[in-house]
């Protein structure tokens, strides 16, 4: 993808899901006054704002202790 491009990640399935990512190449579009990084469902939307290349890493996660391991699923982006 350029600078400037906008990609969409849906959100897999329910509820629980963060995301991690550099921000130095990717800023994450959301209303504003939304905290932390959960989505804006259904999903996250994202600007290339630099080159370079970052892992976008969304996590299920449960409450402290209850459920399985967390899912985790893992891409990478590269801005040229």
Do not use: C, H, K
Request: glycine share 10%.
């Amino acid at each position: 993808m350029s600078v400037g491009d906008v990609i969409f990640v849906p959100q897999p399935g329910r509820s629980g899901w963060y995301v991690e990512y550099a921000s130095d190449v990717l800023n994450v579009l959301r209303p504003s006054g939304d905290a932390d990084r959960e989505p804006v469902r259904p999903g996250w939307r994202f600007r290339a704002v630099a080159r370079g290349e970052t892992a976008v890493a969304l996590e299920r996660r449960s409450a402290a202790g209850a459920g399985p391991a967390p899912s985790r699923f893992v891409f990478t982006v590269v801005v040229r």
